[in-house]
């Protein structure tokens, strides 16, 4: 073997092993939803909806008159049916999937479902995506007004197996408020290195909306007069 082609394989596989380990050492992200009635907003390039009739219907899962299914395998992703108030689903093409819900005050739930028993340590819950992007929410939890726009949540034991088996799921619930702007995105993630940033993949999201809010843009004192 040439002394280049060791060069080469010596690189291929420490560049392998780099991107194992980014991946074995990501940040688990946790399902987030509110208490109240919501609807889940999904991605037609991963999920897809069948109503009765359909072979693949299956009433148990009926929300809305439709069940929901992963594209390729058929499935039912179970971790999206953890909101208990689940109304129905909506196709959305702006890459903004999650449970949505028309209000700025309920508990927000942080469900560590997982495949096998583990501790989601150092939860680290996000609020972004604001709407108007310029626009500085007032967000209380638990009753206190949060300085920022993340929230310590602590370590989640899951060791509850659930009703249909093969998996587990227990949950904290956080009082949650906010106002002052027209929208905002809620995710959680389990901060396994400690370095405050989210370094996995897409999370589960919660999309909270104040319909007395316009959608256009306002200035900051148009908003604030209609909460006089």
Known sequence: MSLLRTFVLIGIASALLLAAGAT?????CLVVYPDG????????????????????YNPVYDRGGKVL????????????????????????YDGNEGYFIATT???????GFSNAPTTYVNI???FDKI????????????GELLPGLTYAAGDLVVSTPTPYGNN?????????????????????????NGNGVKDGGECFSAYS????????????GAIKSLYR
Request: glycine share 4%.
């Open 131 to 142: 709407a108007p992007a310029w626009c500085s929410p007032e967000i209380t939890i638990n």
């Open 168 to 192: 587990y799921s227990d949950v904290m619930s956080l009082p949650l408020s906010w106002r002052g702007c027209y929208s905002v995105r809620i995710y959680a993630f389990s901060d396994e």
């Open 24 to 28: 074995l050492h990501a940040d688990p």
């Open 105 to 111: 005050d309920f508990n927000l739930i942080i469900d």
């Open 69 to 92: 299914l992963e594209v390729g395998t058929n499935d039912i992703d179970l971790s999206i049916y953890q909101a208990p108030n689940l109304t129905g689903f909506v196709a959305t």
């Open 209 to 220: 909306h104040d319909t007395t809010i316009p959608v256009q843009d306002k200035t900051w």
């Open 37 to 56: 009635a919501c609807t889940y907003h999904y991605d037609p390039a991963e999920y897809y909806t069948v109503g009765p009739g359909d072979p693949l």
């Open 124 to 126: 680290i819950v996000v």
